[in-house]
């Protein structure tokens, strides 16, 4: 079934063509991504499939008897509501009881008594005739998962990322036949955007999402759509298969390109000789000359990042941080935290939303000051800080004097100047880009104003909150490869696990309760081990569930043979087999429990061997499983001698 049809879609946006006549269709159960760069009108067709903006031409038909749900960059939410109003307000009547039966259970635990014990009853017995209990148990994961818990908080007073999360929770629970998002991943933390993969993983849902995040991308999307210049490329298959198959499509245009630059030069030669006296045949060559060059203009090429800015010298002292502490209320931030710098280390910091990233990074700054303990400076570092809130730009400038007021150009290694207006091209501002004002700037664009605006300070520490925000994934790859490069320190938060992966060398975790572990290894590394330990409690949970099992059973087993030993003992006596299985048993029980006690003193010895602590556990449990086995009948046997 068809959900969505664009046929010849076209769109101008100040002055500049951004949908020029494009096409497509989102059969039921795809799930589609739009990716582009910045500027090239990704927020502009979604605003118009959902009604917000009209085409200049062409149309979008999405099917009348479908539901939509529409999660856009910046939701608006209606004030005066409360969080759980706004999540549930609009999915129905099942909706309406869930929200009755969570306030009913939530004033109950606040205040026991008969009047709450009704209210609790009565939205429980309409849950039950409505059979709305499946359905709370959605609204119950999604919520959790969401970490959204004050369901009466009213919406105007929350920050930005948590409308997000009440907007995108309230599009997943009304269960559209098609949910449409924009950049979905923003403003939430790692844990969050993982569960999030899962969810929209199932297989009965129908998507179309923009979004920077690769992994989301390649483990979500089986369809992606490339919006190129104001042209539609469809790409069957996940990122990875986009990846490879744009290359070989840029491959293919720059093949033809160098034919029509060929071809071009030919033609100008022509033109500039041709007699004043234009024939018919002249006249539609001059056509032809004409709409060639206007191709090859067109054409922008793809930018490559080579740039090693030279920084001030770092002194023998970066950054100190000794014996931190920080908290908010009862909130701990960090406890007791030590940490000493050393040159060009880049470190990712990860966790949880409101575990205190951005305090950490304001602490440095100076803009927090910690409860007690010192964070001191090196005399010769020059920070380059970029957070979340952005910088505040005059709209009415023109983008390269924006850059201009900070430096005219930047210093390389080698002596060479990178002037402001070449800087900008590498990060895609070409240069009429350069001369427009900044309110046509689309949001990520600004963004990159900001990020460069940084990075003509030639700071040798850079701090980055969240820089890859509302970026497209082209300048994420020039962000990328600038930082790998780069000589400096970099202290970067980001949940773009692509991202972190690329460019860090390790990772603070901030675990909550002002725990911060440093783990050797990048976001994956540390997934993949967080993954194993987590494994391992499980196991050791078992065991212990298995151990206290067991010792019901030796008990159940010694009351049941004490009760039958008087009438059994003349008439049961011991083999020869079983007094030579019954000292084996002993040996073997002893071996087992030997090898158990050093593999267990190995363990505690492991932290990043993932293959060696994953077999370590798989023999573990096989050992449990022949202790288990082995005890029960030395107990039989020894009720023989």
């Known amino acids: 079934m068809n959900y969505i049809s664009v046929e010849q879609l076209k769109k101008t946006w100040h002055d500049k063509p951004v949908l020029n006549g494009i096409s497509f269709g989102i059969q039921q159960g795809e799930k589609v991504a739009l990716v582009a760069a910045n500027g090239q009108g990704k927020s502009t067709l979604l605003k118009i499939l959902t009604k917000q903006e009209s085409p200049d031409a062409g149309l979008a038909i999405i099917r009348k008897e ?64 409505l059979g709305a209990w499946d359905y709370e148990h959605k609204v119950q994961q999604v919520l959790t998962q969401l970490q959204i818990t004050n369901f009466d908080q009213l919406t105007d007073s929350l920050s930005g990322g948590q409308r997000k999360r009440v907007a995108l929770a309230q599009v997943l629970l009304a269960q559209p036949d098609l949910i449409i998002m924009d950049e979905p991943t923003n403003h939430l933390d790692l844990s969050m955007i993982e569960w999030l993969e899962g969810y929209l993983g199932q297989k009965d849902l129908t998507l179309l999402l923009v979004t920077h995040d690769r992994y989301f991308l390649d483990r979500v999307c089986d369809r992606i759509l490339e919006l190129d210049r104001g042209e539609l490329y469809s790409y069957k298959g996940n990122y990875s298969y986009f990846i490879e198959n744009k290359a070989l499509r840029e491959s293919v245009q720059a093949s033809e390109l160098e034919k029509d630059k060929n071809l071009y030069r030919r033609e100008l030669d022509w033109v500039r000789r041709m007699p004043k006296a234009r024939t018919t045949k002249s006249k539609s060559r001059v056509e032809a000359f004409d709409d060639l060059e206007k191709r090859i203009s067109g054409i922008q090429h793809k930018r490559e990042m080579n740039i090693s800015i030279r920084m001030e010298r770092m002194g ?178 980001s949940h773009d696990r692509y991202f972190m992966d690329k460019v860090v060398d390790h990772c603070f975790v901030f675990e909550g309760d002002g725990i911060v572990k440093d783990f050797p290894g990048n976001y994956s590394d540390y997934r993949e081990w967080a993954d194993i330990e987590e494994q391992r409690l499980e196991q050791e949970e078992k065991q212990r569930a298995g151990a206290e099992k067991l010792g019901l059973q030796v008990v159940e087993k010694v009351a049941e043979v004490a009760a039958t030993a008087a009438v059994d003992a003349s008439k049961k006596k011991a083999s020869y087999k079983e007094k030579f299985e019954f000292e084996q048993l002993d040996k073997d029980i002893a071996a087992l429990e030997a090898e158990k006690l050093e593999l267990q003193e190995e363990l505690n010895g492991l932290s990043t061997e993932f293959e060696r602590i994953s077999a370590i556990g798989d023999r573990m449990s096989i050992i449990e499983s022949l202790l288990d086995e082995k005890g029960m009948r030395w107990l039989e046997l020894s009720e023989l001698f």
């Open 66 to 129: 479908i539901q939509i749900g529409y999660l856009s960059q910046e939701p608006i939410l209606y004030n005066g509501k409360t969080v759980l109003e706004q999540v549930l307000g609009e999915a129905g009547e099942v909706a309406a009881a869930v929200a009755q039966y969570e306030r009913a259970v939530e004033m109950h635990e606040k205040h026991t008594n008969d009047e709450s014990a009704k209210m609790l009853d009565s939205a429980t017995e309409k849950m039950n005739n």
């Open 316 to 493: 023998a002292k970066i950054l100190e941080l000794h014996h931190v502490n920080k908290q908010f209320g009862d909130r701990k931030i960090l406890d007791d935290f030590s940490y000493i710098f050393k040159r060009g280390e880049k470190v990712g910091i990860v966790g949880k939303n409101g575990v205190g990233k951005s305090t950490f990074l304001n602490m440095i700054m100076g803009l927090e000051m910690p409860d007690a303990g010192k964070v001191i400076l090196g005399d010769t570092m020059i920070f380059g800080y970029y957070n979340q809130l952005g910088m505040k730009i005059d709209e009415g400038k023109k983008v390269i004097d924006v850059v201009r007021d900070v430096a005219d150009y930047i210093m390389m290694d080698g002596g060479l100047k990178l002037t402001a207006s070449q800087l900008l091209m590498q990060f895609g501002f070409d240069y009429q880009k350069q001369y427009d004002f900044v309110v046509k700037l689309s949001g990520g664009e600004r963004r990159r104003l900001y990020l460069l605006t940084i990075l003509m300070k030639s700071p040798n520490f850079l701090i980055l909150d969240e820089p890859t925000n509302d970026l497209d994934i082209e300048t994420l790859g020039v962000l990328e490869n600038f930082l790998v490069g780069y000589g400096g320190c970099l202290l970067v938060v």
